[in-house]
């Protein structure tokens, strides 16, 4: 009978596990696809943007050149880092974008300063952008006021970076330097 059992639990969890393995393949960028290829050399360049100061958190923007060294071709894409200390340890929490997200988030946070936080909504009320990495990034309407964040990893609610309203401007600046200097 345990055997059975045992049996049917294997049967149930195989499917599962090939979803699940599935969803973590399809949210990498396409740069992070790039730059996974077996059987290749490559080169990363890590080109720094500059800090970000978001409450008690201080993230960092950088633009990574990859360059597969035996076919010549190269991708870039903009990695922004926080490091998190928890009460016994510290992690780095990683969030990446392809060169169109970068303009789709540009747009975004553009659309967000010019036409969101101008308004006074009546209901809670979010606006959210997302990469193909599981990167996140928006406002949300509660308590009388605005709050902007961004969130580096989908699945890891420490992976949050909170802005002031007041600094979107300077991140729309360094995302566009970002985007000037991306293959």
Not at 134 to 146: D, F, L, P, T
Request: charged share 25%; glycine share 6%.
């Amino acid at each position: 009978m345990k055997k059975i059992v045992f049996l049917l639990f294997c049967l149930a969890y195989m499917p599962l596990n090939a979803i699940s393995q599935q969803k973590i393949e399809a949210e990498l960028s396409n740069a992070e696809k790039f730059s996974t290829k077996s059987g290749t050399l490559f080169q990363k360049e890590f080109v720094t943007i500059g800090p970000i100061v978001a409450g008690r958190n201080i993230g960092e923007m950088k633009v990574v050149h990859y360059t597969d060294l035996m076919t010549n071709e190269s991708l870039s894409s903009l990695r922004i880092s926080c490091d998190v200390q928890g009460k016994y340890t510290s992690d780095t929490k990683i969030g990446t974008l392809d060169k169109d997200e970068v303009d789709g988030l540009i747009k975004s946070f553009k659309i967000i300063m010019d036409r969101i936080l101008v308004n006074t909504p009546s209901v809670y009320t979010e606006i959210s952008f997302s990469a193909r990495s599981g990167y996140s990034a928006g406002c949300y309407y509660s308590n009388q006021e605005w709050s902007v964040y961004m969130k580096l990893e989908k699945y890891d609610g420490d992976s949050y970076l909170w802005m002031k309203v007041t600094d979107l401007p300077s991140y729309v600046k360094m995302l566009e330097e970002a985007r000037s200097i991306m293959k």
